[in-house]
């Protein structure tokens, strides 16, 4: 059963003989160091179970993007551990993470003059070494890549020339083409209309039904309880409540975290909820 109010397990703990993808326990991290550090997360404790897509949620400012970005070492661990596939973080060399591990941030800044084939080839770099070179089977990533994403017809355009939906595209394809069996995405449907936005998710998912785990963080209530299997609510920089989507997602809950009532109502096609707010006032 899933926990509120407290940090949690997110879902069911893996078996015994099935490690979690991501394990997180009591992490505090945050901003910069020494004096200047800033808390944002307080005693986080969150399981990743394997092969699922896990979307984190809550109002702005909760802690989303932060523990996204420490589980993927771009900001440091103040206290606790992280684990990836047993094994903790810091254990990890640099490319050996990257083969392990993607991550799409909220606004990636683009090399300048860089076309899109190029850039999304560079996902292609934490499998290259000084004995292994570049290959027909990353030339068949990277096209396979651009396909899934939807920017194979953009391949020869240079990126900062592209609107900010279709950058985003072109960032997803790198991730894509890295190949890795955790793919953690911050905020992915930033600057896309609803059309692609479904187009992006649609890809995550692909992701995870192959086998692969994935993180995200998205805004859109009604997209996470439609794409999610896992879900992390957070709230003041803590884990409010985490489990299965529908093990989790209340009309008290979204009450108590967002400051917002409403009526849950399942989608006919997909038996998913559907958020409904009342009206204020």
């Not at 589980?71 to 596939?85: E, K, N």
């Not at 909220?106 to 570049?134: A, K, N």
């Not at 905020?187 to 785990?213: C, F, N």
Request: charged content about 20%; overall charge negative.
């Amino acid at each position: 059963m899933p926990t509120h109010h407290s940090s949690v397990a997110a879902s069911v703990a893996p078996p015994h003989d099935q490690a979690a993808a991501i394990a997180v326990r009591d992490l505090v991290a945050g901003y910069g160091r020494g004096a200047r550090a800033k808390e944002i997360l307080h005693s986080v404790d969150v399981d990743i179970r394997p092969g699922t897509f896990t979307v984190i949620v809550g109002p702005n400012a909760c802690g989303k993007s932060t523990l996204l970005k420490t589980m993927a070492r771009l900001l440091p661990v103040a206290s606790g551990q992280i684990d990836i596939h047993g094994r903790s973080l810091e254990a990890y060399g640099t490319k050996e993470l990257a083969r392990t591990m993607s991550f799409l941030p909220q606004s990636p800044l683009t090399p300048e003059s860089i076309v899109v084939e190029d850039l999304v080839g560079r996902g292609r770099y934490p499998h290259q070494g000084l004995v292994r070179q570049w290959s027909q089977a990353d030339e068949a990533a990277v096209e396979a890549a651009m396909v899934q994403a939807g920017v194979d017809n953009l391949r020869g355009r240079v990126v900062q020339e592209l609107s900010g939906g279709q950058r985003q595209r072109v960032w997803l394809a790198l991730v894509l083409a890295q190949q890795t069996p955790i793919v953690l995405l911050d905020e992915p449907t930033t600057y896309l209309d609803i059309t692609h936005q479904l187009q992006v998710l649609d890809v995550a998912q692909e992701l995870q039904r192959s086998g692969k785990t994935v993180v995200a963080v998205l805004h859109e209530l009604s997209l996470a309880f439609r794409y999610a299997t896992d879900l992390i609510v957070m709230k003041q920089g803590r884990v409010f409540a985490a489990g299965r989507v529908d093990e989790v997602v209340t009309p008290e809950l979204v009450s108590e975290v967002y400051d917002v009532d409403c009526d849950l109502v399942l989608d006919p096609r997909t038996s998913r909820p559907i958020l409904v707010p009342h009206p204020r006032g």
